[in-house]
């Protein structure tokens, strides 16, 4: 067999066993938890997990056979994840988008926020045991080795991709939410991957400071500071920002139209 295939093979196989666990402990979590609280807290960990997990070998694949094949395997796992998370999120800036809204409490929030980035932290070390396995060279030396940011732009353009492309995303996924068109899972996947694409070589296109904090915090490259600045504060502020992005009157124009063709 082509050593390559076979190295991106073991890389699926990485994947697919990673959201297997998450979806068996999903399944444990539902059954023998009742609190609906620490229901939450167990299930956003372990989505924050499963998401962390997998893009750790998705970096394996974009540094080894490209940014196209990295964003096939980010689309259909986008898709994926719709269909298994339920009501987990796997992203801090959902939550604080609910206290301002006046949907969800700052405590619940809090704790919401903490289960998911020890969730990222953690999946690290399983990560590692995997990687330091070396089964095939493309995981050579990569359970130990320091990494380095993948911001590639000064940290205030970096903090301003990541809040327009989050702005965009959640004001698309909000509008595909309210008009349900037929296929608007993949609409959003779609959508979402095209940004991360458009903004990889800028900020990495990470649009969840979870996420970024677990791969990237502590980089070489990249301040404490800096990373704050670029992957929560960047992010949060378009998330936030989209709440009143989505209310303008041309896009409520936009949405009552759909709604009349439709109807």
């Known amino acids: 067999m082509d050593?390559?295939?076979l190295a991106l093979g073991i890389s699926t196989l990485y994947i697919v066993i990673t959201s297997l666990i998450?979806?068996?402990?999903?399944?444990?979590?539902?059954?023998y938890l009742k609190d609906p609280l620490v229901k939450s807290l167990f299930l956003e960990g372990i989505a924050t997990a499963e998401l962390c997990g997998t893009c750790f070998e998705l970096i394996i694949v974009a540094d080894n056979w490209g940014v196209s094949t990295y964003a096939i395997y980010l689309f259909v796992l986008t898709i994926f994840w719709s269909f298994n998370w339920g009501d987990a999120t796997a992203c801090p800036y959902t939550h604080i988008e609910e206290v301002v809204e006046g949907k969800k409490s700052v405590r619940v929030a809090f704790l919401l926020i903490w289960a998911e980035l020890v969730g990222g932290l953690a999946v690290f070390r399983y990560i590692q045991l995997l990687w330091a396995l070396?089964?095939?060279?493309?995981?050579?030396?990569?359970?130990?080795?320091?990494?380095?940011?993948?911001?590639?732009?000064?940290?205030?353009y970096?903090?301003?991709?990541?809040?327009?492309?989050?702005?965009?995303?959640?004001?698309?996924?909000?509008?595909?939410g309210e008009l349900n068109p037929r296929f608007?899972?993949?609409?959003?996947?779609?959508?979402?991957?095209?940004l991360v694409v458009a903004a990889f070589n800028y900020s990495g296109g990470y649009f969840n400071p979870a996420?970024?904090?677990?791969?990237?915090?502590?980089?070489?490259?990249?301040?404490?500071?800096?990373?704050?600045?670029?992957?929560?504060?960047?992010?949060?502020?378009?998330?936030?920002?989209?709440?009143?992005?989505?209310?303008?009157?041309?896009?409520?124009?936009?949405?009552?139209?759909?709604?009349?063709?439709?109807?």
């Open 22 to 31: 998450a979806y068996w402990s999903r399944r444990y979590v539902d059954y």
């Open 134 to 156: 070396e089964i095939v060279p493309t995981h050579k030396g990569r359970a130990f080795t320091d990494c380095t940011t993948d911001l590639q732009v000064p940290v205030i």
């Open 158 to 176: 970096g903090a301003f991709v990541e809040c327009v492309a989050t702005c965009i995303c959640r004001v698309v996924s909000r509008a595909l």
């Open 3 to 5: 050593p390559s295939l």
């Open 184 to 194: 608007s899972t993949v609409l959003d996947s779609f959508i979402g991957t095209s």
């Open 211 to 263: 996420l970024a904090t677990s791969l990237k915090y502590g980089c070489l490259g990249t301040s404490f500071m800096e990373h704050v600045i670029v992957y929560w504060v960047g992010a949060c502020a378009g998330s936030v920002a989209s709440i009143r992005v989505y209310k303008l009157p041309v896009i409520q124009n936009y949405i009552h139209q759909q709604k009349e063709k439709t109807f």
